[in-house]
């Protein structure tokens, strides 16, 4: 920086020396340096960034400070430095694996200078993964995401049919698999008929074929007698079986109607349309095992149960003959006319009981009314009247109760107990004056009464 200055005030480069973003603004009026600005300094940066730096860079470097604010910020470091790096919301939304702390990444993009912060820093438009693979960052973010939208849960997936009798087989028509799933098939049940939809199982499209064969199965599945799917293909790389991890295969499987089995590859291998299968086999063999019954299996099965009931039917057998022959031995089998005695004596000793209780109860009905006429006949008139009692009658034929009542000269009655006689009132019991006498109480029947005065005809 040590540049020669001309006594015109101008610079050794011929540039002006008054200052500001340009090398000869550098130098000030005098021998010492001219102060700048924060800014002009800035521009100086972002100047020589332009002249000496190439407009896309591609830097490979490990993740770290990632943080994720609608926009990306994060670094790239190796054993030498530190790269601060941002990704725009637009170009963080096309990287299409998780992006993580520790990461290994190529980041293209430019590099550029942020007055704001006064930071150097690249402006990553594109990212792409190393060490792991893109390959498979990208199958672990689909993974992800359908496990996220329940494409893996257990709950959903549907049960296998007990005895299938069509299979559909989803393959290549050159593939060894195939010809595993033919010859297992022919070991266990010959009965079984399998129906093959040849696809392509690896290459570009091939996820397509394969989607659009399951659809195809399972719209038409129910007319063509189909019972179950056997989704199937033979090892490889994940690049040849990366056609079973595409999202169209796995949302094909998802909604398919008919129950998926699905092997694809080597038992180490694992895809995302067996994942979302609703059965997932090691082998193409073993899907056979598992959707195919034995059919020496199942014979054998069957004389067991064949015996089984055989034993049953003998033991129920013999349980009802021997519960026969304890009925037979019962009297009222052996001699049914028993039973009608015994209800003809029960009923006879009934009526015995009816025929006494019917006459204890008109005698008791007898005792009871017979009392109830000595009683009737004990308070009877009649009976008051012999025991020396009378009742007087006046003119017009009613008991006389009251002195009142009568006056003189009026004719008279007096009932006894034995006849009548009448006689003529001649005095008047009016004109007296009526005179108080002591009350007493009558024991019998707890009432006052007037001293000296005769009890009531009925007391």
């Not at 995401?145 to 290549?172: C, H, I, N």
């Not at 009526?351 to 308070?379: C, I, K, P, W």
């Not at 009542?405 to 009655?413: A, F, L, P, Q, Y």
Request: overall charge positive; hydrophobic content about 35%; glycine content about 8%.
């Amino acid at each position: 920086m040590n540049r020669s200055r001309s006594k015109t005030g101008t610079s050794r480069d011929g540039e002006s020396g008054d200052g500001a973003g340009t090398a000869s603004g550098l130098w000030g009026g005098g021998d010492s340096y001219r102060p700048l600005s924060v800014g002009a300094v800035s521009g100086l940066i972002r100047t020589a960034l332009a002249e000496n730096l190439p407009t896309r860079l591609r830097v490979v470097g490990e993740v770290s400070n990632f943080s994720n604010r609608t926009h990306w910020f994060f670094s790239l470091k190796d054993e030498q430095a530190t790269l601060s790096c941002v990704c725009f919301a637009s170009a963080a939304r096309e990287v299409d694996f998780p992006m993580a702390n520790g990461l290994a990444v190529v980041a293209t993009g430019r590099i550029d200078y942020y007055d704001a912060q006064g930071r150097l820093q690249l402006y990553v438009d594109a990212l792409e993964p190393v060490g792991q693979g893109a390959l498979e960052l990208r199958l672990r973010a689909l993974c992800e995401e359908l496990r996220k939208q329940g494409y893996f849960d257990p709950a959903r997936k549907k049960a296998l049919p007990v005895m299938p009798r069509r299979v559909a087989v989803v393959t290549s028509r050159n593939a060894a698999a195939l010809q595993d799933v033919i010859n297992t098939t022919g070991q266990r049940w010959a009965g079984c008929q399998l129906l093959l939809y040849d696809v392509r199982v690896q290459g570009e499209g091939a996820g397509s074929e394969i989607a659009n064969a399951v659809r195809a199965l399972s719209q038409d599945g129910q007319r063509l007698g189909i019972d179950a799917i056997i989704l199937t293909r033979g090892g490889g790389s994940i690049e040849d079986l990366w056609a079973f991890n595409e999202r169209v295969v796995a949302d094909a499987v998802h909604e398919c109607a008919i129950p998926i089995v699905a092997a694809i590859g080597h038992e180490t291998d694992t895809t995302v349309a067996e994942l979302v299968a609703d059965v997932r086999c090691a082998t193409p063999t073993q899907a056979v095992m598992t959707l195919i019954p034995d059919q020496a299996a199942l014979e054998h099965q069957l004389q067991q149960l064949s015996y089984r009931l055989t034993l049953v039917l003998k033991r129920q057998y013999q349980l009802g003959y021997e519960r026969y022959r304890a009925v037979c031995r019962h009297p009222i089998i052996r001699r049914p006319q028993s039973l009608v005695e015994q209800s003809a004596q029960r009923l006879e000793d009934a009526s015995d009981r009816l025929d006494r209780a019917m006459q204890q109860r008109v005698r008791s009905n007898e005792d009871r009314l017979a009392a109830l006429g000595r009683h009737l006949e004990s308070v009877s008139p009649k009976s008051v009247l012999t025991r020396g009692y009378s009742y007087t009658l006046g003119p017009g034929g009613g008991v006389v109760r009251s002195v009142v009542s009568v006056k003189r000269g009026d004719r008279i009655t007096t009932v006894l107990a034995d006849g009548r006689f009448d006689s003529t009132v001649d005095g008047d019991g009016r004109d007296q004056p009526a005179q108080t006498k002591p009350t007493r109480v009558s024991r019998k029947q707890g009432r006052r009464v007037k001293e000296n005065d005769q009890p009531a005809l009925f007391d």
